[in-house]
C-alpha cells in the first residue's frame, strides 16, 4: 500500500503497433490522470510514426525491433517503469483510446486505496457495432469462469491497473492476445482482489475485412493457449 504520506506514483503503460493516428492523442489523454508520473508506450514493431508521435506527445518510449506481441509489450513496459521509478501502481491503456484514454482514471483509485489488487474496465457499447459473432468473448468468459468461479462482464479488457507486487506474483504473462484470461486467472488464483470499474472508454471496433477476422483467429488461439497452460498447472 503506498505511502500516505506521499502522493501515488501511478505508471501508465501503452502496448501500441502501428498507432500513429491515436497514439498522440491517447498519451496526452493519460498524462492528464491524477498521479501519472510517466506514460511510457511500448512501440511493437510498427511500420509507420508511433514511436515519433508517442515521444513528441510527452511519452517516453521504448521499442522492440520486430511484433512479438501484448503480452511482450506489458512486460517491457513495466520493465522500463522499474528501471526508472518506484510505481505504486500500473495502468494498462490500449493504444486507440486518443482523448477518452483519460477515464482510466477510475481504475486507479480502488488499487492506490487497497480495496483491489486489479481493476479491470468495463466498456459501454461502442458507437460502431464490431463484426465479430462472439466466439472468443465467450471462450474467455467461460474458461475464466470455470479456472476461478468468477464470471467476468468482458473478459477481454484491456484497460487495467495492478499493483506491482500483483503483477511480479503472477509471472509469466500469456502469449500474445492470451494476456489479459491469463492475467485474470492468474491474479485471483493468487488470492487477490480483482474489481470490475466502468469506464466511459471508446476505441476501434474490427469489422468484417479479412484482416479483421485474421485478428478474431489469432485472439482465439491465444485465448484457447492460455486457457489450456492453466488448466495443466492445475492437475
Same mark, same amino acid.
Given at each position: 500500500?503506498?505511502?500516505?504520506?506521499?502522493?501515488? @506514483?501511478?505508471?501508465?503503460? /501503452?502496448?501500441?503497433?502501428?498507432?500513429?493516428?491515436?497514439?498522440?492523442?491517447?498519451?496526452?489523454?493519460?498524462?492528464?490522470?491524477?498521479?501519472?508520473?510517466?506514460?511510457?508506450? /511500448?512501440?511493437?514493431?510498427?511500420?509507420?510514426?508511433?514511436?515519433? /508521435?508517442?515521444?513528441?506527445?510527452?511519452?517516453?518510449?521504448?521499442?522492440?525491433?520486430?511484433?512479438?506481441?501484448?503480452?511482450?509489450?506489458?512486460?517491457?513496459?513495466?520493465?522500463? @517503469?522499474?528501471?526508472?521509478?518506484?510505481?505504486?501502481?500500473?495502468?494498462?491503456?490500449? %493504444?486507440?483510446?486518443?482523448?477518452?484514454?483519460?477515464?482510466?482514471?477510475?481504475?486507479?483509485?480502488?488499487?492506490?486505496?487497497?480495496?483491489?489488487?486489479?481493476?479491470?474496465?468495463?466498456?459501454?457499447?461502442?458507437?460502431?457495432?464490431?463484426?465479430?459473432?462472439?466466439?472468443?468473448?465467450?471462450?474467455?468468459?467461460?474458461?475464466?469462469?470455470?479456472?476461478?468461479?468468477?464470471?467476468?462482464?468482458?473478459?477481454?479488457?484491456?484497460?487495467?491497473?495492478?499493483?506491482?507486487?500483483?503483477?511480479?506474483?503472477?509471472?509469466?504473462?500469456?502469449?500474445?492476445?492470451?494476456?489479459?484470461?491469463? #492475467?485474470?486467472?492468474?491474479? #485471483?488464483?493468487?488470492?487477490?482482489?480483482? @474489481?470490475?470499474?466502468?469506464?466511459?472508454?471508446?476505441?476501434?471496433?474490427?469489422?468484417?475485412?479479412?484482416?479483421?477476422?485474421?485478428?478474431?483467429?489469432?485472439?482465439?488461439?491465444?485465448?484457447?493457449? %492460455?486457457?489450456?497452460?492453466?488448466? #495443466?498447472?492445475?492437475?
Amino acid at each position: 500500500m503506498p505511502d500516505p504520506r506521499r502522493p501515488a @506514483v501511478v505508471a501508465v503503460i /501503452v502496448p501500441a503497433k502501428d498507432e500513429a493516428a491515436r497514439i498522440g492523442a491517447t498519451v496526452r489523454a493519460a498524462l492528464q490522470i491524477p498521479d501519472v508520473a510517466v506514460v511510457v508506450v /511500448v512501440d511493437d514493431g510498427s511500420t509507420d510514426r508511433t514511436a515519433e /508521435v508517442a515521444r513528441e506527445a510527452g511519452a517516453e518510449v521504448t521499442r522492440h525491433a520486430r511484433n512479438r506481441g501484448k503480452g511482450a509489450a506489458m512486460q517491457t513496459g513495466v520493465a522500463y @517503469v522499474a528501471r526508472h521509478l518506484a510505481a505504486d501502481a500500473l495502468l494498462f491503456v490500449d %493504444a486507440d483510446l486518443q482523448d477518452s484514454a483519460l477515464a482510466t482514471a477510475a481504475l486507479v483509485t480502488p488499487v492506490i486505496d487497497a480495496a483491489a489488487d486489479m481493476t479491470i474496465a468495463v466498456l459501454p457499447p461502442q458507437s460502431t457495432v464490431g463484426g465479430g459473432r462472439g466466439f472468443v468473448v465467450r471462450l474467455a468468459g467461460e474458461g475464466v469462469e470455470r479456472a476461478t468461479g468468477w464470471t467476468p462482464t468482458q473478459p477481454l479488457s484491456g484497460m487495467r491497473c495492478i499493483t506491482p507486487g500483483a503483477f511480479a506474483a503472477v509471472q509469466p504473462l500469456a502469449r500474445g492476445w492470451g494476456v489479459e484470461v491469463g #492475467l485474470t486467472i492468474d491474479v #485471483l488464483r493468487s488470492g487477490r482482489r480483482v @474489481v470490475e470499474v466502468p469506464c466511459d472508454l471508446h476505441h476501434r471496433v474490427t469489422g468484417t475485412h479479412p484482416r479483421d477476422q485474421l485478428h478474431r483467429a489469432a485472439q482465439y488461439r491465444d485465448v484457447w493457449l %492460455a486457457l489450456a497452460a492453466r488448466r #495443466l498447472r492445475r492437475r
